[in-house]
């Protein structure tokens, strides 16, 4: 009896598409580049890459997606792991800045491109992204307030949005610094707009970037 040879998926496929779309939107501008190029840079045929997505927007949406969800996931786990070790707010929000930090620097592609790109999506994407990330800021408010009771609640929306933009500063802007020197002077910018002072690591509250 012949043998049926069956096609094997390759399960690291779809990633590549998205982190060679990253790099490319990154490099020069998302519009500019086609699923072409995206296939040529990830080793994929262009008519390969339409088995995981249907056109170069829903690339897009994908990979913004993705670094959403990263985002929201490392603030969840922060959080609950803050709350189960009764940890105080100035510790949780020390390991939302330095997860957010990892988050800039790891994924700074796919971070540069959500700037430059977001508001170029459906009205429907766009709109839900915004939301997610005006929920992802409300964590970072939460925090704060009792940690700055002298600064109103538009005071305190400000300098998260300015921790958060201190942070995001390395999207666009290559320093040459070493990923570690990098990371430690981005966390006292961003405390610095904060107002408040980094809590050391403590590694029995597991409030660390994965």
């Not at 490392?74 to 990892?102: C, F, M, N």
Request: include cysteine; charge should be positive.
């Amino acid at each position: 009896m012949a043998e049926i040879r069956r096609r094997v998926r390759d399960p690291g496929r779809k990633q590549r598409i998205l982190a060679s779309a990253a790099a490319l939107g990154a490099r020069r501008g998302f519009h500019a580049i086609s699923m072409a190029d995206i296939g040529a840079e990830a080793g994929i045929v262009g008519s390969g890459i339409y088995r995981h997505f249907g056109s170069k927007t829903s690339i897009l949406v994908a990979m913004l997606d993705q670094v959403m969800d990263r985002l929201a996931a490392g603030a969840a786990e922060i959080l609950t792991a803050g709350g189960e070790a009764g940890a105080g707010g100035a510790g949780t929000l020390s390991a939302l800045v330095r997860d957010h930090i990892a988050v800039a620097i790891e994924d700074r592609d796919v971070l540069g491109v959500y700037h430059r790109e977001v508001g170029t999506l459906p009205a429907e994407d766009r709109r839900r992204l915004r939301r997610r990330q005006r929920h992802y800021i409300e964590e970072w408010v939460h925090l704060l307030a009792p940690l700055r009771p002298d600064l109103t609640d538009g005071e305190l929306r400000l300098a998260v949005h300015a921790a958060i933009g201190a942070i995001q500063s390395t999207l666009f802007f290559r320093s040459g610094l070493d990923p570690d020197r990098l990371a430690r002077r981005l966390e006292v910018m961003a405390h610095g707009c904060l107002g408040t002072t980094p809590v050391p690591f403590d590694s029995n509250l597991s409030l660390t970037p994965r």
